[in-house]
């Protein structure tokens, strides 16, 4: 199994990729893109919440509460009093951090459902849902943010598939193999049968998605990167005009 650095790093480079070519499309604003990003990261952290003792996942948690607290602000910033904003904030923060991270203390155990495919789309869902309806985002907007969720999520999974491998031993397959990118769980069909209903239900509460798979399909909508994926006659070019201060003098 991988560990948390692997997975920061391999959500962060996957993440990147993406983000760099929704750039160079010109169809996001940066700063969209920027929260883009962090919201793949935070997905690659996702899948190993169910093991809430490890130091690396009491931070992530944290952080996540910090955030979350201060998105709750920015979107009601202008409608509520100082004090209000100081108690939505500490609302939402001892939510995350206390609550629900007690709740995932106690009902879930490591590379349960939590970590499956299922759980991966749903926590995708729920972020386009938030998105669209509490933070007021468009439709394509906030089935971006859901699928970068979903895909640092997934770059999880694949990671640990991955370290299941084992290239150098006499056995090529780990114990582990199997168990990372799974599809739900024989031994627990009940909840096997939840999180496809949860995924289904998330999915109708969800905004519109054909506005989003028409501009992620359309060929239009990549030309610019498609020409751009080698540089032209020289490389950088007009990259020193821009970094060397224009009153700096010539030799």
Wanted: net charge positive.
């Amino acid at each position: 199994m991988a560990d948390f650095k692997t997975h920061l790093m391999g959500a962060a480079v996957v993440s990147g990729l993406t983000a760099t070519v929704l750039v160079m499309t010109g169809q996001f604003p940066h700063q969209a893109i920027i929260g883009y990003f962090v919201l793949g990261v935070i997905g690659g952290l996702l899948p190993d919440i169910d093991s809430p003792h490890s130091i690396p996942v009491r931070l992530a948690f944290m952080a996540l509460a910090v955030i979350a607290g201060f998105l709750v602000v920015f979107t009601f910033g202008r409608r509520y009093s100082l004090v209000e904003l100081m108690l939505l904030w500490i609302g939402c923060f001892a939510l995350i951090r206390y609550g629900i991270f007690a709740l995932l203390d106690y009902y879930t155990v490591h590379r349960g459902l939590i970590h499956s495919v299922p759980m991966g789309l749903i926590c995708g869902l729920t972020t386009t849902f938030f998105a669209y309806q509490v933070f007021n985002a468009s439709a394509i907007h906030a089935w971006m943010c859901g699928t970068f969720v979903t895909g640092g999520f997934f770059v999880h999974l694949l990671l640990d598939e991955f370290y299941s491998v084992n290239l150098f031993g006499k056995k090529l397959l780990k114990k582990s193999f199997g168990t990372a990118f799974s599809l739900g769980s024989l031994k627990q069909p009940i909840g096997t049968v939840a999180l496809y209903l949860a995924v289904i239900g998330l999915f109708h509460l969800c905004p519109p998605s054909q506005p989003f798979t028409d501009l992620m399909t359309n060929r239009e909508t990549y030309r610019g990167v498609v020409q751009r994926l080698l540089p032209g006659e020289t490389w950088f070019a007009g990259f020193l005009r821009r970094v060397t201060p224009a009153n700096l003098p010539t030799l």
